[in-house]
């Protein structure tokens, strides 16, 4: 095989592998988006609708029994310096003093109700739109995300939308957006114009870089505390086990809050 033609598969070799290292990378970057932008999303749905009633319930109970206790308290304390025990005062006393708890429980509730809202208000994708959607939106990721297109104000604000497209699975919406800036593919002419081993040689070096770094965010985007939370929520046994501690936590507060109110009644009747 002459000179020549050993140099010209060495380059035609080395775009290739560029090509694929590119590839990889834009793989890579679309992976990070679904799970930030659908699957984060609906791990936290399924927390709540799983185990976060369960939580509000216990928030409830321990306000309850945390309140009970106070006022029984507060109410002896009276008894003890021969007072007459005004609950009236007590439970405003209380209000101010467990206004934090209450705040607490009530944003629990609240994102309880949103997250079950939210839930009911999302519609499922078929096999084939669900498909198509991240095939959608890997085509974007290759054109206009900034870690690879590096484009200006126009492409950021394109992805922003493509973001928020792939959140809400909008499939019309991203196949307009596909449609739009089909301009924008971005051209190999780099690799093509370039004739140099070493040149060639220096871009995958830089791809592998960036390649590294986007595995890197990728690997941590995977074992975030949420994704190691959703994998949990797919276990019947950790689900069991989890529910279970909780009722028995609920149902402690509960007797807690019986025996202080049967104390304070004692009281009130001396």
């Keep these: 095989m002459a000179a020549n033609e050993q140099v010209a598969e060495r380059i035609q070799a080395l775009r290739d592998e560029i090509r694929a290292v590119r590839a990889s990378i834009v793989e890579m970057l679309a992976r990070i988006d679904h799970i930030t932008l659908q699957e984060l999303p609906q791990i936290r749905i399924d927390y709540a609708v799983k185990i976060g009633c369960w939580e509000q319930e216990l928030l409830e109970a321990e306000l309850a029994g945390r309140r009970a206790r106070r006022r029984l308290a507060l109410a002896q304390a009276e008894a003890n310096r021969g007072q007459a025990i005004e609950l009236a005062h007590i439970d405003s006393q209380l209000d101010i003093e467990l206004a934090d708890w209450q705040a607490k429980a009530e944003a ?116 975030c505390e949420e994704m190691r939370l959703g994998r949990l929520l797919n276990s019947t046994e950790w689900l069991t086990q989890r529910t279970s501690q909780l009722r028995d936590a609920i149902d402690e507060w509960r007797r807690a809050k019986h025996d202080c109110e049967r104390r304070l009644a004692e009281l009130m009747e001396v």
């Design 108 to 223: 629990a509730r609240l994102a309880y109700e949103a997250a079950l809202k939210q839930r009911l208000g999302t519609q499922r994708l078929s096999h084939t739109d669900a498909k198509e959607v991240r095939c959608l939106y890997r085509t974007l990721v290759k054109r206009l995300h900034p870690d690879v297109c590096h484009g200006g104000e126009r492409e950021a604000a394109l992805f922003k939308m493509a973001q928020a497209a792939y959140a809400n699975g909008d499939v019309e919406a991203l196949r307009s957006l596909e449609v739009a800036t089909r301009h924008m593919d971005p051209s190999e002419d780099d690799l093509e114009l370039a004739t140099s081993e070493s040149e060639l040689e220096q871009e995958l070096e830089l791809a592998r870089i960036e390649e590294d770094v986007v595995r890197e965010r990728l690997e941590q985007t995977e074992d």
